[in-house]
Every structure is written in C-alpha cells, then in structure tokens.
C-alpha cells in the first residue's frame, strides 16, 4: 500500500470535474483516504512549490494555483504514485496519452488540472503540507 497527494488544480475546480477526476481514480483501484477543498495564497503555493523556484514559469504557476479553491486528497493503494501520474498523463497535454485527464481536460502545460506526487519522499512531505495523520482515514 502506498499513499500520494492528488490535486485538482483551479482549472479543474472551476470546470466542475471534481466528480469526473475522482471516478477516475477510484475506477483505477486508488481509495480517497482523505479529501478537502482549499483556497491557497500566493505564499501557499510558492511554499508548496518551492522546488520549483528557480523554474521560469515559478511566479506564473503560483499566481495560477492561488486564483480559486483547489481539492487535495490522499490517494491510496498498490503503487498509488505511478498509478496516479498514469492516470493523470504528461505534464503537457500535448504529450498525454488518450484518456488520461490532462488529455481530455487540460487548456495547456500549465493549466493541466491535476498534481500528482513524483516519489515516496515528495509524497510524505506533500501529504504533510495539508493533511495531519488523524485526517487520513
Ligand atoms: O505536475 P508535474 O509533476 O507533471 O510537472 P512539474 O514539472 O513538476 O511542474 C509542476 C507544474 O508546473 C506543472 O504541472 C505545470 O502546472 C507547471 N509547469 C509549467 O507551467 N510550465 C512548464 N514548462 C512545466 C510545468
Ligand atoms: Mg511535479
């Protein structure tokens, strides 16, 4: 059993898929093991995001994740951080398999609807920046 951070990003939020997206995991195996909706601030994300920070597209991925409510969930289950990115598909949607999200929902390689957790370690740290362990169930 593994767990990753999931994030339906503005975008997705906005085009009221949140059911959509979430099918999708569970139809793939995964298990919400904790949900909620969030509004971060410009200072959030740039925490959240913080590996990025020297990254040119930094102040407009930050402006991005902070202009609506997000959804964060724990997701669970056998390899649930490649399972996760699977479903989500590539960073750009122009890249992304048929039938992944960012290929039927995402606008561009920013506007791309969904987070996914990369490693065990950024899961951890992910997980921990919004939920604490009596929130994951
Ligand atoms: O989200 P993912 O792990 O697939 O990609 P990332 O390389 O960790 O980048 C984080 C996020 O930054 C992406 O999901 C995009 O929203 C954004 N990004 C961007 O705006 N322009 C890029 N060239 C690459 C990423
Ligand atoms: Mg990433």
Redesign the pocket.
Known sequence: MQRTLSII?PDGVKKNIIGEIISRFEKNGLRIAAIKKVFLSKEDAKRF?I??KE???YD??TD??SEGPIIVMVLEGEDAIIKN?DI?G???PANALPGTIRRDFAQ?????I???S?SPETAKTEIAFFFSELEIL
């Open positions: 990003k995001y590996v990025h990254r040119p597209f407009s991925l991005f994740m990115r989500m590539a960073t750009n561009d390689v920013e506007r791309n969904v987070h996914g990369d």
